[in-house]
């Protein structure tokens, strides 16, 4: 879940990547079941980074709750590539 314990730990996982050197990242959303304001900034903000780091961020095969967050918000083609 892409709530704010969840966002909260993606964001720690994905600073950790960035900071190891890791610029390109692809994020398996397939199994998320529910995603807030929260998680969408995460990813937004996690991106961000790694755009900064002339990197990218991606998410492959979102679910449902992940695509219609990307959609409501016109987020969905920053994570497409």
């Known amino acids: 879940m892409l709530d704010v314990a969840g966002s909260a730990a993606l964001l720690a996982k994905l600073d950790q990547l960035i900071e190891e050197g890791r610029h390109h990242l692809v994020i398996d959303v397939s199994g ?8 969408i900034s995460a990813l937004v903000r996690s991106r961000a980074r790694a ?4 990197g990218s961020l991606r998410l492959t ?20 590539h």
Do not use: K, W
Request: charged share 20%; hydrophobic share 40%.
């Open 51 to 54: 755009v900064e780091m002339t």
């Open 32 to 39: 998320v079941t529910f995603c807030n304001s929260s998680g």
């Open 61 to 80: 095969s979102p679910s449902p709750a992940v695509r219609r967050v990307l959609d409501l918000t016109g987020l969905a083609r920053m994570f497409e």
